[in-house]
């Protein structure tokens, strides 16, 4: 062998990209964009109200929910939020956090005083697991089981 066939560079075969690097954007984004029309409705009223009525429960639920005069606006709001940081990839881990209690209660509210949204509800579940698992080292320092006050 010469010393120039010793001097060729090696190529290395270039690092393939998997669609599965888009996944938690698309995830944030499916997630996110209902979220702002979901709060903005809070605000606007622009969505219909399902033409069949609501279970008697689950009217009570949505009737004290609204008489509060608080949490109707609180829920609208908390969604655009939630949906506006999701979309923008702002602050996800925060948005994430904020969103926990609300699906928490829609799940239950869908399994145990009006089916219909169930479905619908553990799709926003699995989004919120997916997305909570893809940002896990966000939330590792606030599930440590000890810590030290700065």
């Known amino acids: 062998m010469t ?3 010793n001097s ?3 190529t290395k075969p270039a690092p393939t990209k998997k ?3 888009y996944l938690p954007v698309v995830a944030r ?5 209902p979220l702002v029309v979901f709060g903005l409705n809070g605000f606007l009223n622009f969505i219909p109200p399902p033409p069949t009525p609501l ?12 008489n509060s005069g608080y949490m109707m606006p609180l829920i609208g709001a908390t969604l655009l939020v939630v949906g506006v940081l ?3 990839n702002r ?4 948005a994430l956090a904020l969103f926990a209690p609300f699906i928490v209660n829609s799940i239950s509210f869908h399994l145990f005083l009006e089916h ?10 699995a989004l919120e697991l997916y997305l909570a698992w893809s940002y896990r080292n966000a939330f590792r320092p606030m599930l440590a089981q000890r810590v030290s006050p700065s």
């Open 29 to 33: 984004l499916f997630m996110g964009l």
């Open 19 to 21: 669609f599965t690097r």
């Open 8 to 10: 060729e560079p090696t």
């Open 86 to 88: 999701l979309v923008t």
């Open 55 to 66: 279970p008697e429960k689950a009217l009570a639920f949505a009737g004290a929910l609204m």
């Open 116 to 125: 219909s949204g169930v479905i619908m509800a553990s799709i926003f579940l």
């Open 91 to 94: 602050f996800v881990p925060l």
């Open 3 to 5: 010393s120039a066939q």
